[in-house]
Nanobody, 124 residues
Framework: QVQLVETGGDSVQAGGSLRLSCTTSGYTWSTYCMAWFRQPPGKGREGVATIDHDGNTHYADSVKGRFTISKDNAERDILLQMDNLKPEDTDMYFC??????????????????WGQGTQVTVSS
């Protein structure tokens, strides 16, 4: 089991920036994928951005060009830099871990370990 703790959520005005961090502990496989998800009201969990052990990334169309996912601290931390935030970005943001690389990284079914989430609020 991998433990995941998200930090960095805050309230910000539209057009502002935030940087989320997901810190991992416990055993992780050499082949993996980590992801950020959010869950809009009335919808299932929505993949925002993913990164795997080789540094390959995927982004939801709604955040391309605004969000950047990266790794730090010997790949134990997963960062999400969020720029030009919009009110529709308001949500709880969750970090997730998967053994191996899913064929569809932005879908939630392959992720077995989840953090508790951090709240992002963007005011208009």
């Amino acid at each position: 089991q991998v433990q995941l703790v998200e930090t960095g959520g805050d309230s910000v005005q539209a057009g502002g920036s935030l940087r989320l961090s997901c810190t991992t502990s416990g055993y992780t496989w050499s082949t993996y994928c980590m992801a950020w998800f959010r869950q809009p009201p009335g919808k299932g969990r929505e993949g925002v951005a993913t990164i795997d052990h080789d540094g390959n990334t995927h982004y939801a169309d709604s955040v391309k060009g605004r969000f950047t996912i990266s790794k730090d601290n010997a790949e134990r931390d997963i960062l999400l830099q969020m720029d030009n935030l919009k009110p529709e970005d308001t949500d709880m943001y969750f970090c997730a871990y998967s053994d191996g690389v899913p064929s569809s990284p932005l879908r939630d079914y392959a992720y077995l370990d989840w953090g508790q989430g951090t709240q992002v609020t963007v005011s208009s």
